[in-house]
């Protein structure tokens, strides 16, 4: 069973910066789409920021301008660069992998890597 494992979480002033990693325990093929969401306390789980196999990226409106995701579907590892970081960035972040299957596209989740925003 292939694992997505998360780093570089952690406690940050705002306005700081903080580099998540996230890389598989073995490749994975066929990928379609790497991303990273956040989780806010008592808060549902939202997609931050995804890059397509061609390296197509999308942000949400909170983090544009902030947030740069990078990634690399050989070794199958997701960055996420979070500069100028605000209090309300604080939550879980999930590491995402989609690869397409036999007719379906299959989901890979990280555990998560707290990041801590204080003011």
């Known amino acids: 069973q292939v694992q997505l494992v998360e780093s570089g979480g952690g406690l940050v002033p705002a306005g700081g910066s903080l580099r998540l990693s996230c890389a598989a325990s073995?490749?994975?093929?066929?990928?379609?789409?790497m991303a990273w969401f956040h989780q806010a306390p008592g808060q549902q789980r939202e997609l931050v920021a995804r890059?397509?196999?061609?390296?197509?990226?999308n942000y949400a409106d909170s983090v544009k301008g902030r947030f740069t995701i990078s990634g690399d579907n050989a070794k199958t590892t997701v960055s996420l660069q979070m500069n100028a970081l605000k209090t309300e960035d604080t939550g879980v972040y999930y590491c995402?992998?989609?690869?397409?299957?036999?007719?379906?596209?299959?989901?890979?989740w990280g555990q998560g890597t707290q990041v801590t925003v204080s003011q």
């Open positions: 890059i397509n196999s061609g390296g197509l990226t």
């Open positions: 073995a490749p994975i093929s066929r990928i379609n789409t």
């Open positions: 995402y992998v989609a690869a397409w299957m036999e007719g379906y596209s299959r989901a890979y």
